[in-house]
């Protein structure tokens, strides 16, 4: 999925920019890091792309798609989009099954897959298949989330993004709660869905994985922009 944004701003306050003016043209299979301090705007720019928040002023564009607040065309694009959110969004009190697979409930739109039972057979090969991508064992699908560690928590919320296999992986901060192994663990599959086709998109700090995976890489600092721009993936 094809990540365009024009001229955009976003504003929280009438004397306070988040983002200034920014410019993206992310092609589809693309991968980009997105990197800066606390406050810089990162999560901002990651919910404007995933049509939780709405521009100032600018447009942004999604798989060929202008997200407008309210309209019937973004509410179905956001469908194809998996999002990983830094604070996990998890219902605590239900259990690891119930968290991954109840995106399956509203159907399957990434990739050109067809809906399934949210109950059915396939709805949980699909569960224990991903989790087990993750390093997780099938044996917490019983497991309420509230029981598990900080690190699994992650883990199942990046399940959840996977588990229909988007188009557009969106991801906040995916590794702050995981050790070495699961980090890599977790990167390692996000760039084996990105040679697949998926394009993905990750916030992060961690300033090793950055000069690792070697992506091209969005700098933000007080709303603005710089750009390291490798393999010529990413269009500014």
């Known amino acids: 999925m094809r990540v365009s944004l024009k001229q955009v701003t976003k504003a929280y306050h009438q004397n306070s920019l988040v983002l200034k003016n920014l410019n993206l043209d992310l092609a589809e ?3 980009l ?4 301090d606390s406050g810089a705007g990162k999560t901002s720019l990651l919910k404007l792309i995933v049509g939780e928040e709405f521009p100032t002023s600018g447009t942004v564009t999604c798989g060929g798609i202008r997200l407008i607040e309210g309209a019937g065309s973004s509410l179905q694009i956001r469908k194809r989009i998996g999002v990983v959110h830094q604070d996990y969004r998890l219902m605590k009190e239900r259990t690891v099954f119930e968290n991954v697979a109840i995106p399956l409930f509203f159907g399957r739109h990434g990739r050109s897959t067809k809906p399934l039972n949210f109950m059915g057979s396939a709805a949980l090969r699909l569960t224990e298949e991903v989790l087990q991508s993750l390093g997780l064992s099938t044996k917490l699908l019983d497991a309420k989330v509230k029981e598990l560690s900080g690190g699994e928590q992650q883990r199942i919320a990046i399940a959840r993004a996977l588990i229909n296999k988007p188009d557009l992986l969106v991801a906040d901060e995916p590794t702050g709660s995981l050790d070495h192994d699961h980090t890599w663990t977790v990167m390692d599959l996000f760039q084996k869905l990105n040679i697949q086709g998926m394009t993905v998109i ?35």
Do not use: N, Q, Y
């Open 33 to 36: 890091f997105v990197a800066g």
């Open 29 to 31: 299979g693309g991968f």
């Open 202 to 236: 990750v916030a992060t700090h961690d300033r090793d994985i950055i000069r690792k995976v070697r992506k091209p890489t969005l700098h933000l600092s007080a709303g603005s922009v710089r750009v390291d721009e490798r393999d010529g993936a990413c269009i500014f």
